[in-house]
């Protein structure tokens, strides 16, 4: 059975930091490429940071110089650190593990994240 679940949300006033972690189990962890999406409420899912299984990174262009993603697959997980935040980072964030060979995708139920003073 294939879990994804994501921790480490919260309330944080402007400015400051959070680290989102996302363990993975009942998949080959290592095969997968993960990332990090979010939705604000009235507003679609938007990608906000990608790591592909050979360690290839991109970001949305709004959290480029403030998120960092990282993976650590002998403990299956991914993360997302995040510094600097604003209040247009406030957003349920999920994470995705997805495998493009056999086009497996699997989502968390999400982590919320508040940014506000």
């Known amino acids: 059975q294939v879990q994804i679940v994501e921790s480490g949300g919260g309330l944080v006033q402007p400015g400051g930091s959070l680290r989102l972690s996302c363990a993975a189990s009942g998949v080959v962890f290592r095969i997968y490429d993960m990332g990090w999406y979010r939705q604000a409420p009235g507003k679609q899912r938007e990608l906000v940071a990608r790591i592909t299984s050979g360690g290839s990174i991109n970001y949305a262009n709004s959290v480029k110089g403030r998120f960092t993603i990282s993976r650590d697959n002998a403990k299956k997980t991914v993360f997302l650190s995040m510094n600097s935040l604003k209040p247009e980072d406030t957003a349920v964030y999920y994470c995705?593990?997805?495998?493009?060979?056999?086009?497996?995708?699997?989502w968390g139920q999400g982590t919320q994240v508040t940014v506000s003073s």
């Open positions: 995705n593990a997805g495998n493009p060979k056999s086009r497996n995708d699997y």
